[in-house]
């Protein structure tokens, strides 16, 4: 996959594919990443790329002129195909399914907004507006960032096993189940006796319940959004009863 990102502070959108999951997918190939400054559009001697918005107000407005030839720039260095995306607050909320369908994209065009956002004329060019969440920020790079390490994870051989990704959090709608490691028991906690049992067909129902139960504890609008099997909703009522027995034991 192939990642354009037009920034004022394209050195600060570098430092996400530096670490981590991005970076090992910059070294494996998977990622083609860069960061291209606006400013380097701007036909002005002071790299100008803002102005004050037409009927007064406060702070400033991103001129539609480089912004569009960035944009241009960008397709051309990437491909023609490359869904151009901007980050803004009026955006669809950035979520698994959308990382999903994302890594998909042959490449990437993120759009990193300031001040108070893009002239509207831009708008044509753009094919979608995501968010990070119901808040605002100073900018749009930290939110490009954020999307930039959601997708690079989901690159084919990106990760070291294949099927992390598919047991990650809301990957199936759910949050993820309860994880353990070495010692098998730290300060009076011990690991679950199922996690030990090498019965792998127990194991994969225990973490199950477990994600099932973590989810209606602290989401539970997501399992409204599930169409709960019987085998779930058994699941899902046996961890509950386990819950209530457990807090009740630990109340006396």
Not at 147 to 165: I, T, Y
Request: hydrophobic share 40%; aromatic share 6%; charged share 25%.
């Amino acid at each position: 996959m192939k990642v354009e990102v037009i920034s004022l502070f394209p050195e600060f959108v570098e430092q996400v594919v530096k670490v981590g999951i991005p970076r090992k997918a910059l070294d494996c190939g998977a990622l083609q990443f860069n960061a291209r400054d606006l400013r380097n559009y701007s036909d002005g001697a002071d790299r100008r790329v803002d102005d004050r918005p037409y009927g007064g107000g406060p702070g400033m407005v991103m001129e539609p002129g480089p912004l569009s030839d960035a944009i241009a720039a960008a397709k051309t260095a990437i491909g023609s195909s490359a869904k151009v995306i901007a980050m803004s607050p009026q955006g669809i909320p950035m979520t698994q399914a959308l990382m999903k369908a994302l890594s998909a994209e042959p490449g990437l065009i993120l759009i990193c907004g300031r001040y108070e956002g893009l002239d509207e004329r831009v708008t044509p060019q753009i094919d979608l507006e995501v968010s990070l969440g119901d808040f605002v920020l100073s900018g749009g790079e930290l939110a490009a960032m954020v999307l930039v390490d959601a997708v690079a994870r989901l690159l084919p051989g990106v990760l070291g096993h294949e099927g992390s990704a598919e047991a990650d959090s809301f990957s199936a709608g759910l949050l993820d189940h309860p994880h353990y490691t070495r010692p098998p028991l730290w300060r009076d906690a011990p690991v679950p006796d199922v996690l030990l049992s090498g019965d792998h067909a127990k194991i994969a129902r225990w973490r199950l319940k477990q994600a099932l139960g973590a989810t209606f504890l602290k989401r539970p609008d997501l399992i409204e959004k599930l169409d709960l099997s019987r085998t779930h909703a058994e699941l899902l009522r046996e961890f509950l009863s386990e819950h209530s027995g457990e807090k009740n034991q630990a109340s006396k």
